[in-house]
């Protein structure tokens, strides 16, 4: 554990970081297997703490936190070698024979900022990406999911030396911008909401930090008439209401072709029941909503649209059931805000033009899924709505996938990581043109008259 004022751990950081220790690859080698031992040591607290937090059951955690944050680190073990090599790149005719590189290097002491949904993987993968890429680390964990961040407290004290890696604990709002008054990161690695994002890039601009932004939004779900409606409704039904549908990646609002509308919500209503029983609020599989204000908020949008299914909600126990709603206004604020919980409007279109209507209300989704069985279509789609991420008859599995980057475009965030975004997210790569001093033509040098034909041949 970090002793000391926090302005003297940072300077501490800022001098570990200056000391050249974190740069050779045996040492950020060693880093990433010891995250994943303490990780897997400590896989029952981690249960625990995602019970107390959020109400999930161990097989939720292991599939969106524990198991995913593992094969985050395995697969950065595994290529952490490579990805530190410098990478020689083509050097233009002007130049030659000069040789380029672009030399990997790790950008200094960063600031990573994660929020309460997924409170583990959503704050320590970006953390994988900056420890790997040899940097040193602060992180800021939510304070609304309270056991998830006090046991990353004890995995961090543990695992790593003082110098390398520290959690600062609190309200953001209060401790980011006094962090930040005296101390200047070298980049912030935000996940959270819109507003925050950026009040954080407000606070970033004051002193030209780079920042990455991982924000939300409300994903759009599109079911043409030609999709497979039992394979749309398990899959829609299990990426809006795992993790009572606080989840970045959720489908916000559903928009489905007329002709199947009634289909696709009968064979939904059997999915709910299948995978969370007839009284979901007994079931162990099901999670609770994280705090009263955004149960508060969460059970307002229940009036505004007419309950096709589910709508029980239990103050005491944070408990909201899997609801769908139909007739709700554009304008009601359940189409305005981001819902962030298990409460999904369904809209209906004839043509495509009519869906598109409905997304450009809320442009820039950070994922958005197509359900069809046309290719033609699928890729109409793609083209036609901006979006950072998505899947094609499937929600919220992309997000799983390392291979793929992970990212927002406009309102929904900058800058994208998982796999090897991560490493190159805190990773500054240095261009460096080397020149051999056996030819060195006049050419290049004054006096320049007479030297256009050839300057002309050479650059153009
Ligand atoms: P939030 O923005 O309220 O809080 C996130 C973090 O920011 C917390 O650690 C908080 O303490 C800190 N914070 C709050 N105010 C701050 C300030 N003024 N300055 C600095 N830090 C501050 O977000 P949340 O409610 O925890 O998460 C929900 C939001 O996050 C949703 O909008 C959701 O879509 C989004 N989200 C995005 C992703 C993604 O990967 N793109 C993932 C999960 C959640």
């Known amino acids: 554990m970090n002793t000391g004022t926090q302005k003297e751990q940072l300077t501490s950081l800022r001098q570990y970081f200056d000391s050249s220790i974190t740069r050779p690859y045996a040492f950020r080698l060693q880093q990433l297997k010891q995250l994943k031992r303490s990780i897997l ?73 994660g929020p309460w949904n997924f409170p583990l993987q959503l704050l320590l993968i970006p953390v994988i990406g900056a420890i790997a890429a040899g940097n040193c680390v602060v992180m800021k964990p939510s304070e609304f999911a309270p ?17 390398l890696a520290m959690v600062v604990q609190g309200d953001g709002a209060s401790v980011i911008p006094a962090m ?3 101390f200047r990161f ?19 601009a004051k002193d030209l930090v780079p920042v990455t932004l991982e924000l939300g939004g409300k994903d759009p779900c599109i079911v043409e008439k030609d999709a497979d409606m039992k394979v749309a409704a398990r899959r829609i039904t299990v990426a809006k209401f795992s993790n009572a549908g606080q989840m970045c990646v959720a489908p916000d609002y559903l928009i489905v072709h007329e002709d199947v509308k009634d289909k696709l919500l009968s064979l939904m209503k059997e999915a709910i029941v299948q995978f969370y029983g007839k009284e979901p609020a007994t079931t162990d599989g099901y999670c609770k909503i994280i705090n009263e204000k955004r149960f508060d908020k969460l059970v307002s949008y229940l009036s505004q649209g007419n309950i096709v299914y589910g709508g029980e909600h239990d ?18 604020p359940v189409m305005n805000e981001e819902i962030f919980g298990p409460v999904l409007p369904v809209f209906t279109f004839r043509v495509q033009e009519e869906a598109l209507g409905i997304i450009k209300r809320h442009p820039n989704p950070l994922s958005f899924y197509i359900f069809t069985s046309s290719r033609k279509r699928e890729r109409e789609w793609i083209e036609k709505v901006q979006f950072g991420n998505g899947c ?3 929600a919220a599995w992309q997000f799983t996938n390392h291979h ?27 261009a460096v043109m080397r020149t051999p001093a056996w030819f060195d033509p006049d050419l290049k040098y004054p006096p320049m008259k007479g030297k256009l034909k050839l300057l002309k041949f050479f650059l153009k």
Request: charged content about 20%; proline content about 6%.
């Open 315 to 332: 103050r005491s126990s944070l408990f909201i059931d899997p609801t769908v709603l139909d007739n709700v206004s554009l304008d009601a």
């Open 147 to 163: 056991a998830t961040a006090s046991l990353i407290e004890k995995i961090i004290a543990e695992s790593y030396p003082p110098g």
């Open 186 to 204: 070298d980049h912030i690695f935000y996940t959270g909401s819109i507003p925050v994002g950026k009040a954080i890039s407000q606070l970033a």
């Open 404 to 430: 793929l980057p992970f990212g927002g475009i406009g309102q929904s965030g900058s800058g994208s990581y998982h796999g090897k975004k991560s490493f190159d997210v805190f990773t500054h790569k240095k």
């Open 41 to 113: 040591a400590h896989e029952q607290h981690i249960n625990d703490a995602l019970q107390a937090d959020l109400k999930k059951s161990p097989e939720e955690t292991w599939v969106t936190e524990t198991g995913l944050l593992l094969q985050e680190i395995s697969h950065t073990i595994k290529h952490l070698k490579q990805w530190m090599q410098p990478e020689r790149v083509s050097t233009n005719l002007l130049n030659l024979p000069s040789s380029s590189h672009l030399y990997p290097s790790p950008l200094g002491v960063v600031l990573v900022i």
């Open 392 to 394: 094609v008859n499937n």
């Open 180 to 182: 930040m008054n005296d």
